[in-house]
């Protein structure tokens, strides 16, 4: 079965600091991995997009890991801002169809301390 | 920033009521989407669209319907609103294909629709 889960649930941390948070699949074919941010109330808005072939991607402070071998991504958050408040997800495309199909996961929760 | 709308952007209503939530897009994307997303979880496609007078059913099973009679517009109709229709309704639009990379979706701000 086709799956997306992302690890931690929820995360706090304090200004200033960087965190990374964690994306394992199982989705196959494989085509790409998408991290995006998703403000409360807000649709999600794409960080960074990854092929099998690429291994790491930055946007900003937003660095993105991906190992095709293992089926694991990771999303790293450099010197964190309020702003950075948000979810995060995960979102996995599959080769099997001309739609692309997207499996989402349930996101992590990031919540910026001052 | 995305030029893709959704209105309203919020919606308490009545049990029984018909609905229709609106989606517009301004950057001719042909291919459309809508996903209904509960707190905390992930999002769930209900419909999509390839282009004018086309329109699929997506993974989850949605009492709503859908119709695409113009490029930019992609309404979503619930004909009798329930409590379980309570949620956050998504449209997202996509360009197309580059080679290996699957479209990329741009989302609007969603509806958070609450039926009582």
């Known amino acids: 079965k086709n799956q997306v889960e992302q690890s931690p649930q929820s995360l706090i941390i304090l200004e200033g600091k960087n965190c990374t948070l964690q994306c394992n699949y199982t989705v196959s074919p494989f085509s790409n991995l998408r991290w995006y941010k998703q403000d409360t109330g807000r649709g999600p808005v794409s960080l960074t997009i990854?092929?099998?072939?690429?291994n790491t991607k930055s946007n900003g402070r937003y660095t993105a890991t991906l190992d095709a071998d293992t089926k694991q991504s990771s999303l790293h958050i450099t010197a964190s801002q309020l702003s950075d408040s948000a979810s995060y997800i995960c979102v996995v495309s599959d080769r099997g169809s001309t739609l692309g199909r997207l499996y989402f996961g349930r996101g992590t929760q990031l919540t910026v301390w001052p | 920033e995305a030029d893709i709308y959704q209105t309203p952007r919020y919606l308490v209503i009545g049990t029984g009521k018909k609905i229709t939530l609106e989606c517009s897009q301004t950057m001719g994307h042909d291919k459309m989407y809508w996903y209904q997303q509960d707190p905390g979880m992930e999002l769930h496609l209900i419909h999509y669209s390839y282009g004018v007078n086309s329109t699929e059913k997506g993974d989850l099973s949605s009492e709503s319907t859908v119709s695409r009679i113009r490029t930019e517009h992609f309404p979503l109709t619930l004909e009798s609103a329930r409590p379980s229709h309570t949620s956050q309704y998504l449209c997202?639009?996509?360009?197309?294909?580059?080679?290996?990379?699957?479209?990329?979706?741009?989302f609007g701000p969603g509806t958070r629709l609450t039926v009582l």
């Open positions: 990854m092929t099998f072939s690429e």
């Open positions: 997202a639009s996509s360009e197309p294909n580059r080679g290996l990379i699957t479209d990329t979706q741009y």
